[in-house]
């Protein structure tokens, strides 16, 4: 699943995973949008974007959804422009298994996805 409020941003990921698998791509435009069909559709990993409009930032939403027993095991992965070092912390925190700085390699993403859910 591609979290992200910029529609380029989930087309360029979404093409990306296509020329390496047959995944099947959800998306979502924000954090609660994201939180939300995490819970309906349990996908292997999402990849989502810190900064969005709405009740819930992507860290929000990532620590919602690995705090949560039904989701913890969904991989989560952002993909942001929020490159600091206390960003990266704070998505520690919160339990995600990867952090991307945009714009991000998408040979470095594909191994990353490959090594989550392969």
Do not use: W
């Not at 339990?95 to 594909?110: H, Q, R, T």
């Amino acid at each position: 699943m591609i979290v992200d409020d910029h529609e380029r941003i989930r087309e360029l990921v979404a093409a990306t995973l296509g020329d390496i698998g047959d995944y099947q791509i959800l998306e979502a435009i924000n954090g609660e949008e994201g939180v939300a069909l995490a819970r309906e559709s349990k996908p292997d990993l999402i990849l989502m974007d810190v900064t969005m409009p709405g009740k819930y930032d992507g860290l929000e939403a990532a620590r919602i959804i690995k705090s949560d027993p039904d989701t913890n095991e969904i991989y989560v992965v952002m993909l942001t422009a929020k490159g600091q070092l206390a960003d990266k912390e704070r998505g520690g925190e919160v339990g995600v298994d990867g952090y991307f700085v945009k714009p991000f390699s998408p040979i470095e993403l594909i191994n990353k996805v490959e090594s989550l859910i392969g």
